[in-house]
């Protein structure tokens, strides 16, 4: 096993694609910055494109872009280049550039001409948040983009990047104009499939009591008579195979939401006061959503029209990935995935000519904390793994 190296002046060389596919002086440095990295290295030392790949995983999710950067290109390395060994060679280089970017530097043109080869949408979101980042043209890094985030699971994280280009340099792409005067209906849905703790129950009276509210809570049973009274059989079999209820959750929420239109809310989450009432009431757009702090749609608390732009389009995502991605991440296959991606479609449709025709309103994570309160639950203390193994 080679041993982690103190930042010394060999290892200060880094180490480049076209490297052998051994770690390098300067990757072992890297690795040796971050006790999480060394603690895996240590462990399991770097014999294989996996350890390569986990700990490069580790230093990205940790910040320390640079490292991550050295380590993705060494499992690029490593890479047989054979189109059936997972992660991709060319998922490899895009990681390794776009974490580059992440540390203020430059990719190289000769990578990016590797990356072109291997696969050329990759190569075009590198360079469009290169132009982004480091040029600051916002346009020129939305054509540049394109729909490359056609090449991704629904809720990488291109797509709440592609979101904050367009919210910070061309928000008007997501002006829809109205094709009627429809607004949301002051109508609250949740769901929880059965027997429902305390805490929940209380939340559902809580939201029952509110004046004027239409307000409606559905359970497993009634859920899958409904789906299968409203969509068929195979919507009823879909959610009925879902791996928790979280994802049957999701599942139902934008048939729901499709049909009839309003707001849906999560069990588990409360609107705070009449405040948050009136924010409900007096929201004029078609189609209400709000981000977390780093970018993402909200899927638990959101509000729409019947046959929404947005709902239309995470119908199409959700049976993609039901059919084809089953065992997906549940936040990418069924979660706030499938609406950040609607919102990259309809934004880049929106840059090539073809404008929303309904109308959407974006809020940041203020005003969803002012709306919204997140109650303790013991339940969530054990909940399992959002993904299968």
Same mark, same amino acid.
């Not at 910040?63 to 991550?68: I, K, L, S, T, Y």
């Given at each position: 096993m080679n041993n982690i190296l103190a930042p010394t002046e060999e290892a200060a060389m880094e180490s480049s694609i076209f490297s052998s596919a051994e770690p390098t002086a300067y990757d072992l440095a890297q690795i040796g910055t971050d006790p999480q990295a060394k603690a895996y290295f240590e462990s399991h030392g770097l014999p294989n494109l996996h350890?390569?790949?986990? *700990?490069?995983?580790?230093? /990205?999710?940790?910040?320390? @872009?640079?490292?991550?950067?050295? +380590?993705?290109?060494?499992?690029?390395?490593? #890479?047989?280049?054979d189109p059936g060994v997972y992660p991709l060679a060319q998922s490899l280089l895009q990681a390794r550039l776009l974490c580059l970017l992440k540390g203020g530097r430059r990719v190289p043109q000769d990578e990016i001409e590797v990356l072109q080869r291997l696969n050329l949408p990759f190569a075009n979101y590198i360079q469009g948040i290169? &132009?982004?980042?480091?040029?600051?043209?916002?346009?020129?890094?939305?054509?540049? +983009?394109?729909?490359?985030?056609?090449?991704?699971?629904?809720?990488?994280?291109?797509?709440?990047?592609?979101?904050?280009?367009? =919210?910070?340099?061309?928000?008007?792409?997501?002006?829809?104009? &109205?094709?009627?005067?429809? =607004? +949301?209906?002051? =109508? *609250?849905?949740?769901?929880?499939?059965?027997?429902?703790?305390?805490?929940?129950?209380?939340?559902?009276?809580?939201?029952?009591?509110?004046?004027?509210?239409?307000?409606? *809570?559905?359970?497993?049973?009634?859920?899958?008579?409904?789906?299968?009274?409203?969509?068929?059989?195979?919507?009823?079999?879909?959610?009925?195979? &879902?791996? #928790?209820?979280?994802? &049957?959750?999701?599942?139902?929420?934008? #048939?729901?939401?499709?049909?009839?239109?309003?707001?849906?809310?999560?069990?588990?989450?409360?609107?705070?006061?009449?405040?948050?009432?009136?924010?409900?009431?007096?929201?004029?757009?078609?189609?209400?959503?709000?981000?977390?702090?780093?970018?993402?749609? /909200?899927?638990? @608390?959101?509000?729409? *029209?019947?046959?929404?732009?947005?709902?239309?389009?995470?119908?199409?995502?959700?049976?993609?990935?039901c059919y084809l991605h089953h065992g997906l991440f549940i936040a990418y296959k069924t979660g706030p995935g499938i609406f950040n991606r609607a919102l990259s479609r309809i934004a880049h449709h929106s840059l090539i000519g073809e404008r929303p025709n309904q109308t959407i309103k974006i809020y940041d994570h203020i005003m969803f904390d002012r709306v919204i309160h997140q109650f303790a639950t013991p339940y969530k203390q054990r909940l399992p793994s959002w993904h299968t193994a």
């Open positions: 350890d390569a790949f986990s *700990v490069a995983n580790i230093l /990205h999710t940790n910040r320390n @872009f640079n490292g991550a950067a050295a +380590i993705y290109g060494l499992a690029f390395r490593m #890479h047989p280049r290169e &132009a982004a980042w480091r040029d600051k043209d916002g346009e020129r890094a939305l054509r540049a +983009i394109g729909n490359a985030f056609e090449e991704f699971h629904t809720g990488e994280e291109i797509d709440s990047l592609y979101l904050g280009l367009v =919210r910070q340099y061309m928000p008007g792409l997501l002006d829809g104009t &109205a094709l009627d005067s429809s =607004r +949301i209906p002051f =109508r *609250v849905y949740m769901y929880w499939d059965q027997n429902p703790p305390p805490e929940i129950q209380e939340n559902f009276d809580y939201h029952r009591q509110i004046q004027g509210l239409d307000y409606q *809570v559905f359970n497993k049973d009634h859920a899958t008579e409904w789906l299968y009274q409203n969509y068929g059989v195979e919507a009823r079999g879909l959610f009925l195979g &879902a791996r #928790h209820p979280a994802e &049957a959750a999701d599942f139902l929420r934008v #048939h729901i939401m499709q049909l009839y239109g309003g707001w849906w809310l999560d069990a588990d989450i409360r609107l705070r006061d009449e405040e948050s009432v009136n924010f409900l009431r007096e929201q004029t757009a078609q189609n209400v959503l709000l981000l977390t702090d780093n970018g993402v749609i /909200h899927n638990d @608390f959101y509000g729409s *029209v019947r046959n929404s732009i947005i709902g239309q389009d995470c119908l199409l995502s959700l049976y993609r990935n």
